[in-house]
């Protein structure tokens, strides 16, 4: 399994970026998707999930009300739409395949992207 994960960029405060996550392989649509962020000098954290189906999603208190998972499992590609962007969501973001559905600890998700850049000026 390979995620590659894109859409990151510079963004004022304010603005709104969509990522996408295109996954390989055969199976994409049984899994349980999730984005993470890290911020230099933090921990991975958790951001957003989305169940198979695409109609289960869970949110990060920092992020619920701005951003939106979704997923388009004829083109084995989860989404993050950001709007709202502040100056805090600066980080680097990751997509992963969960192995638990809900889950929002990193250790559940096996396959990783490489991450895509998103910073948001002030």
């Known amino acids: 399994v390979q995620l590659q994960a894109s859409g990151g960029g510079l963004v004022q405060a304010g603005g709104s970026l969509r990522l996408s996550c295109a996954a390989s392989?055969?199976?994409?649509?049984?899994?349980?998707m999730g984005w993470f962020r890290q911020a230099p000098g933090k921990e991975r954290d958790f951001v957003a999930a989305i169940g198979w189906g695409g109609s289960v999603t869970y949110y990060a208190d920092s992020v619920q009300g701005r951003f939106t998972i979704s997923r388009d499992n004829a083109k084995n590609t989860v989404y993050l739409q950001m709007n709202s962007l502040k100056p805090e969501d600066t980080a680097v973001y990751y997509c992963?395949?969960?192995?638990?559905?809900?889950?929002?600890?990193?250790?559940?998700?096996?396959?990783w992207g490489q991450g895509t850049l998103v910073t948001v000026s002030s």
């Open positions: 392989g055969r199976t994409f649509s049984s899994y349980t």
């Open positions: 992963a395949r969960g192995r638990l559905s809900g889950s929002f600890s990193p250790t559940d998700y096996d396959y």
